[in-house]
């Protein structure tokens, strides 16, 4: 099993910045694959970014240019970089993880940190 803590999340003003970091533990030996995903009520969960085991990443193509996925292997932690913030990117943001190769199946969730941006 792989538990995933996020944190960084919060309130911050439209054309501004954030960084999620979250911190996977227990089996981290079988994950491949790291991502993020948001949900606001009622719409479905959109994976946002991805990171691969050999650093490959995707973006949704409404946050490319803006957000930007890293992670840190000696950590056991990824991190999502939000810049140039829009009110639309509020949302519940869910660190993920799995144990493939698809950069969208995921099998570890985290407990999810709220972003708000405000106009």
């Known amino acids: 099993q792989v538990q995933l803590v996020e944190s960084g999340g919060g309130l911050v003003q439209a054309g501004g910045s954030l960084r999620l970091s979250c911190a996977a533990s227990?089996?981290?030996?079988?994950?491949?694959?790291m991502g993020w995903y948001r949900q606001t009520p009622g719409k479905q969960r959109e994976l946002v970014a991805g990171?691969?085991?050999?650093?490959?990443?995707n973006y949704a193509d409404s946050v490319k240019g803006r957000f930007t996925i890293s992670k840190d292997n000696a950590k056991n932690t990824v991190y999502l970089q939000m810049n140039s913030l829009k009110p639309e990117d509020t949302a519940v943001y869910y660190c993920?993880?799995?144990?493939?190769?698809?950069?969208?199946?995921?099998?570890?969730w985290g407990q999810g940190t709220q972003v708000t941006v405000s106009s």
């Open positions: 993920s993880a799995g144990d493939g190769l698809d950069l969208r199946r995921y099998d570890y």
């Open positions: 990171i691969r085991r050999d650093m490959y990443t």
């Open positions: 227990g089996s981290t030996f079988s994950i491949n694959v």
